[in-house]
């Protein structure tokens, strides 16, 4: 008999094979060292695919404030955001999009995202 994580993984798996003609290319880069000038910089910590969705509405971040979003992308796996961190992805006219909420499902064993959704404003 499976447990529910393997469900969960099951299905992910799953998810992540059905949708792949959907999937974008997706860069996410974490703030680095603050270079002489006094500017952070970047280095690229991601580069896989998501889901993108063009959708927009409003979120609660990880302060509590209600934030905009213009579209959001689906991670299917392990990847670690925050919202500091900066996102490319493959549709976009190649700008760099910030980053306003991350949520997802996290495995409680293990504490790694099964599925990370990313809202860029």
Known sequence: ??????????????????TQPLQVDVTIQSKGVVNPYGDPTYVTTY???GIL?????????????EVKYKSRISILGSVQVTEDDLINFTDSDTTTNRIVAVAGLVDPNTSKPYLTKVYIG
């Open 47 to 49: 580069t896989g695919k």
């Open 53 to 65: 969705v063009r959708e927009s509405s409003l979120i609660r971040n990880s302060a509590g404030a």
């Open 1 to 18: 008999m499976s447990s529910f994580r393997d469900l969960i993984v099951n299905g992910v798996a799953l998810a992540n094979s059905l």
